[in-house]
C-alpha cells in the first residue's frame, strides 16, 4: 500500500506570493490533516478535512486555507506569504478506528524569501 | 485543557543508556496516546500507542508506562542506540482530535 505522498517536496517563494501543496492519502483513507512544524514550534494543527469537509481547525489566520475532493487528495494554499511561513507541512491521513493514529508523509519545505 | 506537555526539551545518552521523556496532559476525554518519532528530513511515523486501562505497553526496546490517576503517561527506550537518535513526539487523542507535545531531540552518542 502506498503512503502518504506530497508534492512538491521542495519549494521557493518570495513574501507576496501565494502558494498551492498537494496531499494524497494513503488508499482507502479518508481523512486528511495538516500540520506546520517549525524549529522550536513542534507540529501545529492547521485544519483536518473528512470526506470533502472540514471537520477541525486550527488557530491559523485566514491566509491558510485547505480543500478536499472527492477522491480524498487534498490541497493547502496559502496566500499572501510572509516570512514567518518558512515551515515543513506535513499531511497525515487516517483510516483506522484510534483516531491518534496518523500516517504522515515527508512533508513540503517551503522557505519565504 | 487541550494541552500536551512535553520533557526534557532535549535529552543526550550514552549508547546504551534509558532515556526516558515525559509528557502529561488535562483533559480526561483523551482516550489514544500514541508516540511518534521523526528522523530529519522525514515525516513522523507512530513508534508506540497505549489506552488508559493499560499501565504498561512494551514493543520490542520501547516502552510506555501510564498512570491514569497522575493523567502522565513516558517513554522509555532500552538499551538505546545511535540510530534512535530523532525527535520523539507524545500525544493524546480523544475521538475528534489529536494534540501533540512539543517534542524531545534525542541524541545516543557511541
Known amino acids: 500500500k502506498a503512503g502518504v505522498t506530497q508534492t512538491p517536496r521542495y519549494l521557493i517563494k518570495t513574501r507576496g506570493q501565494q502558494v498551492t501543496l498537494s496531499c494524497s492519502p494513503i488508499s482507502g483513507h479518508r481523512s486528511v490533516s495538516w500540520y506546520q512544524q517549525t524549529p522550536g514550534q513542534g507540529l501545529q494543527f492547521l485544519f483536518e478535512?473528512?470526506?470533502?469537509?472540514?471537520?477541525n481547525k486550527g488557530n491559523f489566520p485566514g491566509r491558510f486555507s485547505g480543500r478536499q475532493f472527492s477522491n480524498s487528495r487534498s490541497e493547502m494554499n496559502v496566500s499572501t506569504l510572509e516570512l514567518g511561513d518558512s515551515a515543513l507541512y506535513l499531511c497525515?491521513?487516517?483510516?483506522?478506528?484510534?483516531?491518534?493514529?496518523?500516517?504522515f508523509g515527508e512533508g513540503s519545505r517551503l522557505t519565504v524569501l | 485543557q487541550q494541552q500536551v506537555k512535553q520533557s526534557p526539551q532535549s535529552l543526550i545518552v550514552q549508547k546504551g543508556g534509558i532515556p526516558i521523556i515525559n509528557c502529561a496532559y488535562e483533559?480526561?476525554?483523551?482516550?489514544?496516546f500514541p508516540w511518534y518519532q521523526q528522523f530529519p528530513g522525514k515525516g513522523p511515523a507512530l513508534l508506540i500507542a497505549i489506552r488508559p486501562d493499560v499501565s504498561e505497553k512494551k514493543e520490542g526496546r520501547f516502552t510506555i508506562s501510564f498512570n491514569k490517576s497522575a493523567k502522565q503517561f513516558s517513554l522509555h527506550i532500552m538499551d538505546s542506540q545511535p540510530g534512535d537518535s530523532a525527535t520523539y513526539f507524545c500525544a493524546a487523542s480523544s475521538y475528534d482530535k489529536v494534540i501533540f507535545g512539543p517534542g524531545t531531540s534525542l541524541s545516543v552518542i557511541p
Open positions: 497525515a491521513s487516517f483510516g483506522g478506528v484510534n483516531t491518534g493514529e496518523l500516517f
Open positions: 483533559n480526561t476525554a483523551f482516550d489514544y
Open positions: 478535512y473528512f470526506s470533502e469537509t472540514q471537520r
